[in-house]
């Protein structure tokens, strides 16, 4: 089929020089986005790194480690930039002449040492960036006292799970100001040519000396690789280094000073970590040695593949110093002659951009959120390498060669060859994919890059991803653990958005369909292994939500039919037969595959609450409620009454058919539909309407798991604000069960589920996030969508109670936009100028150098709106600019009268490329 239309940019609106970088990197292959924020932020305690025998990939490479260690497959470092494969890195270093360390990268404890997880204990900000990071804008906070490595390890230790966690702020070491403002930026001249501009505040009382290393050093491809040539960096001048790579070519980096010049090799320091002989002379750490102890630690002859300029800046109190650096493909005379009008040039370009995509009724607080969030979904780029064939052969665990190792993790994918730029949660916490977040981001990408969006959902379906039984990777810790199924979703959303500003990518729609398809089957075929309609998953992203680890065997034997799970394949379905809908316009091949899908989601719909009371369905009619099953060994089954997110996932398991679509004209559909209602009545009864007289709005039909009885019930649950309504979004689990605990007693054990509206108070998965009451911002988005579905489909006559109890009715669109209003408002300054994500920390709120950047956390505290978990998770999160934009966009009229192209396209104001 021919799956194109239109590869130009529209020309109805004036292009924005940033845009005119995306679209001459999509259409002429300028390498625009070639160099960007590609470095980790932690690669040491990865799983990539790990070759420990018990596979405790913490302890194998620590961060102690890290400073003389060579790392295998990736590099890290503070506010760096790389080439697309990770072949010549820049990275900003610092020490402040008290630290024991050169502070070369992010500080944070490790899964076991905090009292909740892992956690990084600094303070940065992702402030600015474009898509092709023409311009980027990073902040550290660096102490100017020693910086607190051990009273955060120790305390932080000592704390039990029911306690705060200890931050560096509660160490002291800001008291009085005293620390640096490091802000670094990035302007890109050409493709091939960045500038760098460096600059420090003294934020203290008192006049302060800081060691300023900008450091450029090739990723270590040599070591592993015996006969591969070994780059270089040698000084060629007073302040200038020549990077030399046989792929990458030749590249400059000018230091404005002249500063010192010193050069190492990116070799372990094998004599410190291991007591071993160095095979070099000069090793990783030599800037380190240099700095706190050794000046013979770095090499006379100037030449390695390591290098540094060391700056000494002297700064006085409430002062700045500002050092200019210019890494490009060409040489200068004069690198720094068109330096500041460059940069001013490039940031007048990026508020171009996003005052273009920025809706203008936003206030100056809510375009802050705005353009921050987006700046750290693109800061949070990665370049990720693993080949886990090779990766496997040097565990001796490859299971194709045979092994005694057969405890190492990951042996079913060998096939697996990742090397891409990815989408990462959070550079320090999860410095690796996980497959559902990344279908996340991209909903918040797609405002600033289609092109990277779609690139990233397509990446998980290629085949050196996906098994070649369909599944498709979850994160490296357990590439066959499960995922949430919402990869169509995502899919069908940037496609639509797409389609209504001019631009209707059906190859890529074809591409992701094929495919979506291989891994649909794997769900079926693996996830429901009695045929019967109902889906397990294991913990489907929702970590510690259950009464038991839903990964693990269950402590009661038997096992569990789950109404997440269950709920995600109803969902999946709804979005693949959307896509064969729409295919089915180009090629009538899809008209069968369509009904398959429209077929599977009727039985699934039907397993949820048969006909009948069985006691085996998920669906509770007495408490009007959906919950997990547990099916005993003996045959017997019970739900598990716990009032959580697991039972409000169901409602968005819902799509709207306009009377327009295929389905309707369809004559082969309609026969294949007219045939299964004659066979199976009873199958339709409890489905949302699907008779021809219950037609909505303008003549759409609902295709939901809830109808509207379900409706009612479950949404008096949801905006109760005594459950699940908090005043900060959707709480993952039922504040009821604050003063009602779900317990179940298992030969005298108590298994029991509580509201936590902060951190868990257990270990499961890690005890680093939680899922028993916090506000999540993924699948708050993911009702949202629902709310308005079912908007466009029951109109304006159609209202509830919200909150619950208060006698206020609504609208579903008013709902959806009193939640959006919730939510938005965890981030913006409320009537006391505070931001309730930062809770009671004084300093974030009331400081004029902290207040106004903002952290995008993994979650959120149920009842305050208080920022938990990993603290730069803008990856899902991020997905707040989308909701800032979306109820800016119209009014309520407007989105019931679209269609839902238009709806899509109401959501977004990036004048993509056609």
């Known amino acids: 089929m021919t799956a194109t239309v239109g590869k130009k940019t529209p020309v109805s609106y004036i292009e924005t020089k940033e845009q005119r970088r995306l679209n001459e990197a999509r259409e002429t292959g300028i390498p625009w986005k070639k160099w960007g ?114 009273d955060l390890v120790e305390s932080n230790r000592k704390r039990s799970r029911a306690e705060f966690e200890y931050e560096l702020l509660d160490t002291g070491v800001f008291d009085a100001d005293r620390y640096f403002d490091v802000f670094v930026e990035y302007a890109k001249a050409d493709p091939e040519d960045i500038l760098i501009r460096i600059t420090v505040h003294n934020r203290g009382p008192e006049k302060a000396e800081l060691h300023l290393l900008p450091t450029l050093w090739f990723r270590n491809t040599w070591s592993w690789n015996p006969g591969s040539e070994k780059p270089s960096l040698r000084q060629i001048a007073d302040a200038t280094v020549l990077a030399s790579h046989a792929q990458l070519g030749d590249r400059t980096l000018s230091c404005e000073g002249p500063p010192e010049l010193l050069f190492t090799e990116n070799e372990s320091n094998a004599a410190r970590l291991w007591g071993q002989p160095n095979s070099s002379s000069y090793v990783k750490d030599a800037f380190h040695e240099y700095l706190i102890s050794s000046r013979d630690a770095v090499n006379p002859d100037k030449t390695g593949t390591k290098a540094a300029a060391h700056y000494i800046l002297k700064i006085p109190a409430g002062g700045s110093q500002v050092v200019r650096l210019r890494l490009s493909k060409q040489t200068s005379a004069d690198p720094f002659a068109d330096f500041d009008q460059t940069f001013s040039v490039r940031l007048s370009e990026a508020n171009e951009f996003y005052d273009r995509i920025t809706p203008a009724s936003l206030s100056e607080d809510e375009r802050r959120v705005h353009r921050q969030a987006l700046a750290g979904m693109l800061w949070s780029k990665q370049y990720y390498y693993f080949d886990l064939d090779k990766w496997l052969e040097e565990h001796h665990a490859h299971p194709l060669i045979g092994t005694d190792h057969r405890n190492t993790r990951n042996t079913e994918w060998f096939h697996m060859l990742n ?121 489907l992203g929702l970590d510690n939500i259950g009464v038991f680890d839903r990964s693990a065997p269950l402590p009661t034997g038997g096992h ?164 699940f309504f908090g005043p900060y979004g959707i709480r993952s689990l039922s504040k009821y069960h604050l003063e009602h605990p779900f317990v179940f007693n298992l030969n005298g054990h108590d298994f029991k589920v509580e509201y936590l509206p902060a951190e868990s108070n257990t270990g499961m998965f890690g005890g680093n996030s939680n899922w028993r009451g916090p506000v999540w911002m993924p699948v708050n988005g993911l009702i949202l969508r629902a709310l308005l579905n079912l908007y466009q489909f029951y109109g304006d006559d159609f209202k509830v109670e919200c909150p619950t109890g208060s006698g206020n009715y609504m609208t579903l669109y008013g709902v959806a936009k009193e939640l959006a209003r919730r939510l938005s408002s965890i981030f913006l300054r409320d009537a006391n100028g505070n931001r309730p994500v930062y809770g009671g920390t004084r300093k974030f709120q009331q400081d004029p150098h902290w207040k106004d950047y903002i952290l995008f956390y993994e979650y959120f505290h149920g009842d305050n709106g208080a920022g938990l978990g990993a603290s730069h998770q803008t990856g899902w999160t991020g997905i707040i600019a989308r909701a800032l934009d979306m109820f800016a966009r119209g009014t309520e009229a407007d989105w019931l009268k679209v269609s839902k192209g238009d709806l899509a396209a109401r959501m977004t104001r990036q004048q993509v490329a056609g």
């Not at 760096?80 to 500080?107: A, H, M, Y």
């Not at 994160?475 to 209504?500: G, M």
């Open 560 to 723: 569990l039919d789950q109404a997440d799970g269950t709920a995600w394949m109803a969902f999946y379905c709804q979005c693949m037969l959307e896509i064969a809908v729409i295919l089915t316009e180009y090629d009538s091949m899809y008209e069968d595959i369509a009904f398959r899908f429209l077929e599977h989601f009727l039985w699934i719909t039907y397993a949820m609450d048969r006909i009948g009371e069985h006691r085996d369905e998920m669906w509770d009619e007495k408490d009007g409620f959906f919950y997990d099953l547990l099916h005993f060994p003996n045959g017997d089954s019970m739900r598990l009454t716990v009032r959580s997110m697991v039972g409000l996932l169901p409602l968005c398991a819902s799509t709207v058919l306009e009377d327009t679509s295929i389905v309707a004209r369809s004559p082969r559909i309609r026969e294949l539909v007219e045939t299964f209602k004659k066979r199976h009545p009873d199958v339709l009864k409890h489905i949302a309407p699907a008779d021809e007289k219950f037609i909505g709005y303008g003549g759409r039909r609902l295709l939901s798991v809830c109808n509207r009885e379900k409706l009612v019930r479950i949404l008096a649950y949801m905006l109760d604000e005594r459950e």
């Open 419 to 539: 090397s891409d730029i990815i989408s990462m949660p959070d550079k320090w916490e999860y410095p690796w994919y996980a497959a559902w977040d990344l279908a996340f981001h991209t909903i918040a990408l797609s405002l600033v890059d289609f092109d990277f969006a779609k690139e990233q959902l397509l990446l998980m379906l290629r085949n050196l991803y996906a098994h070649p039984n369909g599944q498709i990777p979850a994160y490296e810790w357990n590439f066959s653990d499960v995922n949430p199924p919402v990869h169509a979703w995502a899919t069908l959303f940037l496609y639509n958005i797409e389609k209504e500003l001019g631009r209707s990518d059906l190859r890529f729609l074809e591409r992701s369909f094929q495919g979506l398809m291989q891994n649909f089957n794997w769900w079926v075929n693996r996830k429901d292994p009695a045929g019967k309609n109902v889906f397990a998953g294991g913990f």
């Open 37 to 150: 924020p590609y470095l980790s932020e932690r690669q040491w305690g990865t799983v990539r790194e790990d070759y420990s025998e018990d596979g405790n990939a913490w302890d194998y490479f620590s961060h102690d480690q890290s400073r003389s260690r060579a790392y295998r497959w990736g590099e890290d470092g503070l506010a760096g930039i790389s080439d697309d494969k990770q072949l010549l890195c820049f990275t900003v270093s610092l020490w402040n002449g008290k630290d024991p360390i050169l502070k070369e990268r992010l500080f944070g404890l490790t899964n076991s040492e905090g009292n909740h997880g892992e956690d990084v204990k600094e303070y940065y900000f992702y402030l600015d960036s474009t898509p092709t990071h023409s311009y980027m804008k990073y902040l550290y906070k660096y102490p100017q006292q020693e910086f607190p490595y051990r």
